[in-house]
């Protein structure tokens, strides 16, 4: 995010305010009473795509420590790339774009990260026609030191960088500061400067690249571009007072000529790293700018980022992303979930991973990213710029240390977030695949060589709670077969446990309470026979979850209406695997075959039609759970969702499709009718 006001960024239980802005609140609840006993069922017939991994953006943090002492700098690295720390492995380096020369720096710690450029001797603010990207001299290539120490540092840990900016340089502002526009909800780049702030960004990607010695993945010149939170606030004396971080508003017409502008630019920079966006405060925002993007805009993007600072429509952004066929990461996430800052208190942990959880369930992203694991103590402290202080980040320490300190003098601390996150990253590793579970409170995945899982689940109450894992749905559940607990608690910090035996499938042990406890599996492999999705030559219907009503072809044999379940043949179905990938991007075919009929999309319109048995995107459907039971249908050639007009309940009411959003009306429940 480079987050906005520190108001809005202490998520706590006092942090109301938060929804003014847009922003969800990011707080977890402590129930009283846990259920006695919970049974979870990983599911490996629907598989996500490859995990990527985890990771963290670089900048304030490393623009505040790259120059600290190396015993305190180690120690830090360690914590968060080492295999008993986080164990990042995808780091998002900033792209600064840095004031004028002559503004007083009035940013938060940390938050002036230096721009690449370099600025004629006497440059001010006023002055904005000097920079060329062509010209050597105007490229400052020592630029940013300190978080490029950190690059260097953790290059061998990486397996993806990705480049991101927050702001144009001054000179390419409509405000003239990197903090945001003086009307926040207002364009802040230059509608001229679009193919310079392109080539700015490309630019400094390709030196980064080179002088480092590392590849970029993938570039993301936005962040939540289209919000209200970037502004700038002058004082009487005409000095910058508000506004601690850079930001820009860009709006989704304007974003759509940077990112036609940033193709050639990457080209002619020489680097191979690809297009991202754009990195948008929450899911809904992102879908209102992606839908707002022409079919050429949306070709140019190569991975779609989106935060989840606000957790409304995740599912709606999963669905853009299979109808797109680009892979999906959550880039961006951080809050507090506590009541003052605390390194004791298990809220904060339980609020974290709870979020990690529905994440990773509902929007089944390939890459999981910290905003920045590693926050400044001092501003955490009570009497920081909250008065109970915060939980932002999981490893704190003072923004504020020099050359001369040590790790007494500058000590590091961790919270439960951080032991709570290392139940994730430590177990849910590179190349594993994320699957289906059938309950709210835990993420499950398969291992990268198909011969184990691993399940995370999340006890947020007051109460001890067992879990039994069942492991009915894997092919081969070998007899040696057992599940080990790794529990984190107020008890004690990723303690592992003596294996469980597998006993009839089943495994069941008692977590603590307000606990995270990741279950290792080994001794399992494959699909059950009878746990694929759907069984090929059965029959199905689908029932409305917002209607309760079931898909049924019309009296005219063409178009879909709901009615009432009644058994006949107009209202099943057979999904036929046919096309695609496996997992949760298979594309399945919808027939009718008592009528030799499959179910299209025409002119946005679905009908039914002959099955000529010629493959065709207009007749291929992909379907997506969050593991509660109910399916969305995406269909492949049109990217739009299959659905109940108007939210209607009456008997006859149209079947359309529509763009997704999440609805109760594009949820349907697929039930097994074959005699």
């Known amino acids: 995010m480079a987050r906005r006001t520190r108001s809005r960024r202490n998520l706590g239980a006092a942090a109301l305010t938060a929804l003014a802005t847009g922003a969800a609140l990011l707080s977890v609840p402590v129930q009283a009473h846990a259920e006695a006993a919970v049974t979870v069922t990983p599911d490996p017939s629907y598989q996500q795509q490859k995990f990527e991994g985890w990771g963290t953006s670089l900048v304030w943090f490393a623009n505040a420590t790259?120059?600290?002492?190396?015993?305190?700098?180690?120690?830090?690295?360690?914590?968060?790339?080492?295999?008993?720390?986080?164990?990042?492995?995808?780091?998002?380096?900033?792209?600064g774009g840095g004031n004028a020369p002559d503004v007083t720096d009035y940013l938060r710690a940390g938050g002036a990260v230096e721009g690449w450029w370099k600025a004629p001797e006497g440059t001010t603010r006023e002055d904005t026609d000097w920079w060329s990207a062509d010209d050597p001299a105007d490229w400052n290539k020592d630029a940013d030191a300190t978080q490029r120490w950190w690059v260097d540092r953790?290059?061998?840990?990486?397996?993806?960088?990705?480049?991101?900016?927050?702001?144009?340089p001054w000179f390419m502002t409509e405000s003239g500061y990197v903090s945001g526009g003086f009307n926040a909800n207002t364009d802040q780049l230059k509608a001229d400067s679009v193919d310079d702030f392109a080539a700015y960004v490309a630019g400094a990607t390709k030196r980064l690249e080179k002088a480092e010695g590392i590849k970029v993945d993938t570039v993301d010149p936005f962040n939540e571009p289209n919000t209200g939170y970037w502004g700038t606030r002058l004082d009487a004396n005409g000095r910058p007072v508000g506004g601690r971080q850079e930001g820009a508003h860009i709006g989704p017409e304007l974003q759509q000529k940077v990112l036609a502008a940033l193709?050639?630019?990457?080209?002619?920079?020489?680097?191979?790293a690809q297009i991202s966006a754009m990195d948008e405060t929450n899911p809904s925002l992102f879908a209102t700018n992606w839908n707002a993007y022409s079919q050429a805009s949306k070709d140019l993007v190569d991975q779609m980022n989106v935060h989840t600072y606000g957790t409304g429509q995740r599912t709606t952004v999963r669905d853009l992303a299979k109808a797109a066929d680009k892979p999906l990461w959550m880039s961006e996430v951080e809050g507090d979930w506590g009541d003052g800052q605390s390194f004791t208190d298990m809220r904060p942990g339980l609020g974290l991973a709870q979020q990690m959880v529905n994440d990773l369930r509902?929007?089944?992203?390939?890459?999981?990213?910290?905003?920045?694991?590693?926050?400044?103590?001092?501003?955490?402290?009570?009497?920081?710029?909250?008065?109970?202080?915060?939980?932002?980040?999981?490893?704190?320490?003072?923004?504020?240390?020099?050359?001369?300190?040590?790790?007494?003098s500058c000590p590091i601390y961790t919270n439960t977030k951080f032991d709570t996150a290392r139940n994730f990253t430590h177990f849910i590793k590179p190349g594993d695949k994320l699957i289906k579970v059938d309950d709210t409170s835990s993420a499950a995945a398969v291992t990268k060589d198909g011969k184990g899982a691993s399940v995370v689940h999340v006890n947020s109450t007051t109460e001890a709670r067992t879990v039994t894992i069942d492991l009915s749905k894997f092919r081969s559940v070998k007899g040696s077969a057992t599940v080990t607990p790794t529990v984190t608690s107020a008890d004690g910090k990723l303690k592992q446990q003596a294996p469980v035996k597998v006993v009839d499938g089943k495994a069941t042990y008692t977590v603590p309470a307000q606990s995270v406890t990741s279950f290792a599996v080994k001794?399992?492999?494959?699909?059950?026979k009878n746990a694929g999705l759907f069984s090929k030559g059965h029959s199905y219907t689908l029932t409305g979850v917002q209607s309760g009503k079931a898909v049924t072809v019309g009296a005219d044999g063409t178009n879909l209406v709901i009615g009432s379940a009644n058994g006949s043949t107009a209202q099943q179905w057979q999904l036929d695997a046919r096309y695609g990938k496996t997992g949760a991007?298979?594309?399945?075919?919808?027939?009718?075959?008592?009528?030799g009929e499959r179910l299209a999309v025409r002119d946005n319109v679905p009908v039914v039609e002959p099955d000529t048995g010629e493959r065709d995107p207009a007749t291929e459907w992909i379907m997506s759970t969050t593991g509660d039971g109910t399916w969305t249908l995406v269909n492949v050639a049109t990217g739009r969702l299959?659905?109940?007009?108007?939210?209607?309940?009456n008997e006859g009411a149209a079947v359309t499709t529509w763009q997704a959003n999440s609805g109760s009306n594009q949820r349907w429940r697929v039930t097994d009718v074959t005699p």
């Open 66 to 95: 790259g120059d600290y002492p190396p015993a305190i700098r180690e120690k830090l690295a360690k914590l968060l790339f080492g295999d008993d720390g986080l164990a990042l492995n995808i780091a998002r380096y900033n792209i």
């Open 154 to 168: 953790i290059k061998k840990d990486i397996t993806h960088w990705e480049t991101f900016s927050n702001s144009p």
């Open 642 to 649: 299959l659905e109940v007009g108007g939210q209607a309940t």
């Open 263 to 272: 193709a050639p630019a990457l080209k002619k920079a020489k680097t191979k």
């Open 362 to 408: 509902e929007l089944e992203p390939t890459a999981w990213v910290f905003w920045q694991p590693v926050e400044d103590y001092d501003n955490m402290k009570p009497g920081g710029e909250s008065a109970k202080g915060g939980n932002w980040g999981s490893i704190q320490l003072p923004f504020s240390c020099t050359g001369t300190d040590t790790l007494q």
């Open 585 to 595: 991007r298979q594309h399945y075919v919808l027939a009718n075959p008592a009528e």
């Open 523 to 528: 001794g399992v492999s494959g699909v059950a």
